[in-house]
């Protein structure tokens, strides 16, 4: 058991942590409404615009001509990684980290021992910890604090340009997903070349006449839609962090006011035990003046 002075310097110590981590959970609380309805309100509209989108790719002949449908051998990847800015979030950033790592390492290692491996970071933590393993390409970080959506469309546009000069043949998006504030699952979504209807899906197509034709809509539409998906993930994401961080916040403010019981419980024992050796030594004391 440690001295009086010891226990109060971290009973003080552990305060002033609590205070702290209760403070970032309000804040994080207050960022994660905003996020999340954010993403609440795209999502319908995203959904519809698939719900479009299949529809219109029904026939193979239309998504031929279309060059962000083909689909040509992966010997070039290009992986975007969307993590967050800061720490203190518990695994949302190492469980994106490790899952870019295995992807690279197991699915694309031919073309990482080839250097046809490009990695976009979105988020400083996946660029400090993915650096010294991999080539990256590091995108303006303010753009988590602040999400907007004509930045987004810009990179949309690159990669949908380098896509169709062939400089890349497969991009894949790994993110968290955002579920609700305590869950967050990490996806891998691909984004180029885009996917074509699904036997279930046609299943499930309806025969609209459409007017300009579909080649004519599918070459307007789908850039915005790609546009939206990707600016879809960094809201996700972003909705998640938040979400993380409450968790993680409130967990450690838990454990803190835990501490301070014990270390309390503690204090009080060492101060008990204190006072009852200096009754012992007055006494003791006494008893020998009196002989």
């Given at each position: 058991?440690?001295?009086?002075?010891?226990?109060?310097?971290?009973?003080?110590?552990?305060?002033s942590?609590?205070?702290?981590?209760?403070?970032m959970?309000l804040?994080?609380?207050?960022?994660?409404?905003?996020?999340?309805?954010?993403?609440?309100?795209?999502?319908?509209?995203?959904?519809?615009?698939?719900?479009?989108?299949?529809?219109?790719?029904?026939?193979?002949?239309?998504?031929n001509?279309?060059?962000?449908?083909?689909?040509?051998?992966?010997?070039?990847?290009?992986?975007?990684?969307i993590?967050?800015?800061?720490?203190?979030?518990?695994?949302?950033?190492?469980?994106?980290?490790?899952?870019?790592?295995?992807?690279?390492n197991?699915?694309?290692?031919?073309?990482?021992?080839?250097?046809n491996?490009?990695?976009?970071?979105?988020?400083?933590?996946?660029?400090?910890?993915?650096?010294?393993?991999?080539?990256?390409?590091?995108?303006?970080?303010?753009?988590l604090?602040n999400?907007?959506?004509?930045?987004?469309?810009q990179?949309?546009?690159?990669?949908?340009?380098?896509?169709?000069?062939?400089k890349?043949?497969?991009?894949?998006?790994?993110?968290?997903?955002?579920?609700?504030?305590?869950?967050q699952?990490?996806?891998?979504?691909?984004?180029?070349?885009v996917?074509?209807?699904?036997?279930?899906?046609?299943?499930?197509?309806?025969?609209?006449?459409?007017?300009?034709?579909?080649?004519?809509?599918?070459?307007?539409?789908?850039?915005?839609?790609?546009?939206?998906?990707?600016?879809?993930?960094?809201?996700?994401?972003?909705?998640?962090?938040?979400?993380a961080?409450?968790?993680?916040m409130?967990?450690?403010?838990?454990n803190?006011?835990?501490?301070?019981?014990?270390?309390?419980?503690?204090?009080?024992?060492?101060?008990?035990?204190a006072?009852?050796?200096?009754?012992?030594?007055?006494?003791?004391?006494?008893?020998?003046?009196?002989?």
């Amino acid at each position: 058991m440690g001295s009086l002075k010891e226990i109060r310097n971290r009973i003080a110590s552990v305060k002033s942590t609590q205070k702290i981590t209760g403070a970032m959970k309000l804040v994080s609380a207050s960022k994660l409404r905003r996020a999340q309805t954010a993403i609440i309100n795209l999502r319908p509209y995203s959904n519809k615009l698939n719900e479009i989108l299949q529809n219109l790719t029904g026939s193979a002949d239309i998504t031929n001509e279309i060059p962000l449908f083909k689909v040509r051998r992966p010997e070039k990847v290009m992986i975007i990684a969307i993590t967050s800015n800061r720490g203190l979030c518990g695994a949302f950033n190492s469980n994106v980290i490790k899952e870019v790592t295995r992807l690279i390492n197991k699915k694309y290692a031919a073309q990482q021992q080839a250097g046809n491996v490009q990695l976009i970071c979105i988020g400083k933590k996946a660029n400090e910890q993915l650096r010294n393993h991999f080539s990256i390409e590091m995108l303006n970080e303010t753009v988590l604090d602040n999400p907007n959506f004509s930045y987004i469309s810009q990179l949309a546009d690159t990669l949908i340009n380098r896509f169709c000069e062939q400089k890349i043949d497969k991009i894949e998006i790994v993110y968290n997903r955002f579920i609700n504030p305590a869950t967050q699952k990490v996806v891998i979504e691909n984004y180029l070349p885009v996917e074509k209807l699904t036997a279930t899906h046609k299943a499930k197509q309806i025969d609209y006449i459409f007017e300009p034709s579909k080649q004519t809509l599918l070459e307007e539409m789908i850039p915005k839609i790609l546009k939206l998906q990707l600016y879809k993930t960094l809201l996700d994401s972003i909705a998640s962090e938040h979400g993380a961080r409450m968790t993680a916040m409130a967990k450690a403010t838990d454990n803190a006011t835990e501490i301070l019981k014990n270390l309390k419980l503690k204090y009080n024992n060492a101060r008990q035990s204190a006072i009852t050796n200096e009754l012992n030594e007055i006494v003791g004391g006494a008893n020998a003046l009196n002989n």
